[in-house]
């Protein structure tokens, strides 16, 4: 297939740009900066995307390529830092900046080129970077400015763009429109790829690697373990179990839930493990987010090592690993800056008895949800929020008890159920309530209170790297909010998070 491949110079919005070229039926594979360049010689490979990143080009240890890149007679789309590498490179001039630039821009379009071609002569783009271009190479012709910076430019010569801005975000509102001139106008690519096919290639994959073995999969009922087990299982049918660890994290009556469903619709063998008492042990005193996802995994890999024990036939743990998790814990092929880590990605231990089967790795929640569709998934479990591995874990920021548990668990009950009742769950991408380890004063039925803090996020997404807070009618909120407090025991306080990504991740922790 035409293939346009993403060097990764540690952004984190790498698998993002990889995104939006898949969406337009072009595969799109990322690898390291490093990556051998006689290996992307090869005749499928349309065009290259340099990433942006966190460096500076003057960085001691900054992700660094060579001049002969750019001889590949390849196009060549380099973004934010990858205009920077490239005009460092042609002996343009870049300048580190004291302070970064981030946020919403004007673009002006100076010169007219393919890659501008269905632009308006001004529009919002995405900023978010440190140095800038302060002097374009003699190589290479300006296209479009902002207030603040050289923000398009071409080489002379070459099919070789660079773009300061970010145009695989959904703030930058002609962005998929400059990344399908570079594929189609620029690259002359072929859109031929598909998820059917992924489906078809994945299953066949499965089936040639784990051979006549057993696989043991994670299960937790939602969204991105539930089409991991449906493709897994019409890959090797019975070869597959399914684990179901209730960690004492879950929603409340999640547990018998996901057992009804699987049993009813699936039809798949899982057996259920009640390790409560297990993991809130083991969280017990522990604060810190990243020790708690660590924990959480640990423990997870206990329970299956256990598990294994008694199933010594088992070789593999499935895992319904999906791009974000990857990319927000560690690029899955180059140097991306970790912002968290991810149970099912980072929190595993050095030595792990088992072999790792991860089929939707590469796929980002709606390519994840389409497939599911089409593996005959039902719509309404499909559709489904998504619910982090770490589960209330990492809804409860600061110690865990057994009793904070439980008042998230009907506080976050009571939300949910107010969005289905309201029609406003489908309208979402993803609903919940924190709790915060900090008491506010308050006043019940004449008497002080001196409870928690509640926090309502519902966030509105496609492709879930980037985020904006939903816009729920206040007369909604209020409801709930009167409800939470009313009814749960623990919390005198509801407050609404109207925090994007960027800058903030959806869930707290």
């Given at each position: 297939?035409?293939t346009i ?15 939006r ?5 072009v ?9 051998d ?13 340099l ?9 001691e240890?900054?992700?660094h ?13 380099g ?7 490239t ?29 501008s071609?269905g ?9 978010s970077?440190g ?11 300006l ?7 050289l923000?398009?430019?071409?080489h002379?010569?070459k ?19 400059i ?6 106008s ?7 790829w ?6 078809d ?6 089936r ?5 073995d ?11 373990s539930?089409v991991?087990a449906?493709?897994?299982?019409k ?13 004492g994290?879950?929603?409340k ?36 987010p990243e020790?708690?996802r660590?924990?959480?995994?640990r423990e ?20 319904g ?27 595993l ?10 089929p ?7 390519e994840?949800?389409?497939?599911g569709?089409a593996?005959?998934?039902p719509?309404?479990?499909i559709?489904?929020h ?11 920021l ?6 904070k ?5 009907e506080?976050d ?5 107010e969005?289905y009742?309201q029609?406003y ?19 019940m039925?004449?008497?002080?209170t ?10 509105d ?26 009814e ?22």
């Open positions: 297939m035409d491949i993403v060097l990764d110079f540690g952004s984190q919005y790498n698998q993002l740009i990889a995104r070229v898949r969406e337009l039926g595969y799109s594979e990322i690898v390291p900066f490093y990556h360049l006689e290996e992307l010689r090869q005749p499928h490979i349309k065009g290259i995307i990433s942006g990143g966190p460096n500076s080009v003057y960085d240890h900054a992700p390529v060579t001049r002969d890149l750019f001889d590949l007679d390849v196009p060549i789309l973004i934010c830092y990858g205009m920077q590498i005009q460092y490179l042609f002996d343009g001039v870049v300048t580190p900046s004291d302070k970064r630039e981030y946020g919403k821009s004007e673009l002006t379009i100076t010169t007219a080129s393919p890659l071609e632009l308006p002569d001004t529009s919002t783009v995405w900023m970077h140095d800038h271009v302060e002097a374009l190479s003699s190589s290479f012709e296209l479009g400015t902002t207030p603040s910076s923000a398009m430019a071409k002379k010569t099919d070789i763009y660079t773009l300061q801005f970010h145009p695989e975000v959904t703030h930058t509102d002609y962005g998929k429109q990344l399908r001139n570079f594929v189609f620029v690259c002359h690519a072929v859109a031929s598909s998820l059917d096919d992924y489906i290639q994945t299953t066949a994959l499965i040639d690697k784990v051979g006549d057993l696989v043991i999969l994670a299960l937790s009922g939602g969204v991105d539930s991991a449906t493709l897994i299982h890959a090797i049918g019975d070869q597959l179990t399914c684990v179901f660890v209730d960690t994290l879950l929603r009556d999640e547990g018998d839930k996901v057992m009804a469903t699987y049993r009813d619709h699936f039809h798949i063998h899982v057996i259920r493990i009640n390790a409560k008492d297990q993991f809130l042990s083991a969280l017990n005193g522990v604060s810190d020790e708690k660590k924990i959480i995994g997870f890999i206990r329970v299956f090592e256990q598990f294994k024990a008694d199933h010594k036939d088992a070789k593999y743990l499935a895992q690993t999906i791009y974000p998790d990857v990319i927000e814990s560690v690029s899955i092929k180059g140097p991306s800056e970790t912002i968290k880590s991810h149970h099912n990605v980072g929190g231990p050095e030595e792990v008895d088992f072999e790792l089967l991860e939707l790795r590469e796929l980002f929640k709606d994840v949800r389409k497939v569709l593996l005959g998934i719509k309404h479990m559709m489904r998504p619910f982090p591995g770490p589960g209330l874990g990492i809804r409860i600061g110690a865990i008890s057994e009793r548990v439980a008042i998230l668990q506080a009950a009571i939300f949910i159920e969005l009742a029609d769950y489908d309208e979402v991408s993803q609903a919940f309530v924190v709790l915060l380890p900090v008491k506010s004063v308050g006043v039925g004449d008497k002080r001196y409870e928690y803090v509640a926090v309502i996020r519902s966030a997404t496609v492709d879930f790297m980037t985020a904006t807070f939903s816009r729920l009618p206040f007369e909604f909120l209020d409801h709930v909010a009167s409800r939470i407090i009313n749960v025991r623990g919390i005198n306080r509801v407050v609404y998070d109207i925090t994007s990504k960027p800058p903030g991740t959806i869930e707290w922790e």
